[in-house]
Nanobody, 114 residues
Framework: QVQLVESGGGLVQAGGSLRISCAVS????????MGWYRQAPGKQRELVAQ???????NYADSVKGRFTISRDTARNTVALQMNSLKPEDTAVYYC????????WGQGTQVTVSA
């Protein structure tokens, strides 16, 4: 069993930055892949970024060069630094454990105003 708790969402203007974080209830070394996903109104949930327990990362094309996923293995947290935000980044962002995810957090709202 894994509990995931996201934090750090909010409202930001286009071009701004936000950092969201996911607290994981056990060692992230025991989870092969941690990921950030997002779901906008009326759309399917989509992968944003992933990080493996070996530290490899993968990004959706739409966020490459703007978003960075990272982990803190001492604190068992996974973060998503989002820069140069666009209105189309507006969504509920979810943390997911494993691939495909078997566990989800409750989500955190990110709203980017034009």
């Amino acid at each position: 069993q894994v509990q995931l708790v996201e934090s750090g969402g909010g409202l930001v203007q286009a071009g701004g930055s936000l950092r969201i974080s996911c607290a994981v209830s056990r060692s992230i070394f025991t989870i092969n892949v941690m990921g950030w996903y997002r779901q906008a109104p009326g759309k399917q949930r989509e992968l944003v970024a992933q990080i493996t327990n070996g530290g490899s990362t993968n990004y959706a094309d739409s966020v490459k060069g703007r978003f960075t996923i990272s982990r803190d293995t001492a604190r068992n947290t996974v973060a998503l630094q989002m820069n140069s935000l666009k209105p189309e980044d507006t969504a509920v962002y979810y943390c997911g454990a494993y691939r495909p995810p078997n566990y989800w957090g409750q989500g955190t709202q990110v709203t980017v105003s034009a």
